[in-house]
């Protein structure tokens, strides 16, 4: 049965219910199974879809940054370049 036949079909069950019980309105719809199931699930859905990408995103990142490292296409960070520059920290004397 297409989508077309159905709605068709409860039309005419419409009808039919509105004469055997005029003091009622009757109207029916027809939509996907998928939509009924998933309508109140779709937030909870698209973030699980999102979090597995999120966390993707970060690991290549995260892999991407130590291929630098190790080719040593990064410069050193700039915790590292200011470490020795501080009186209070530093055990080289300052004049």
Not at 14 to 28: G, I, L, T, W
Not at 34 to 63: D, F, S, Y
Request: aromatic share 4%; with cysteine.
């Amino acid at each position: 049965m297409t989508a077309e036949g159905a709605r068709r079909g409860l039309a005419d069950l419409a009808a039919q219910m509105s004469r055997e019980h005029p003091e009622d309105k009757y109207s029916f719809t027809a939509r996907p199974v998928h939509e009924v199931i998933t309508e109140n699930a779709k937030r909870g859905l698209w973030m699980l879809l999102g979090a597995p990408g999120l966390l993707l995103l970060i690991a290549c990142t995260n892999v991407a940054n130590l291929l630098l490292a190790r080719s040593g296409g990064l410069a050193a960070s700039p915790a590292s370049r200011w470490r020795g520059r501080c009186c209070a920290c530093s055990s080289r004397s300052h004049r």
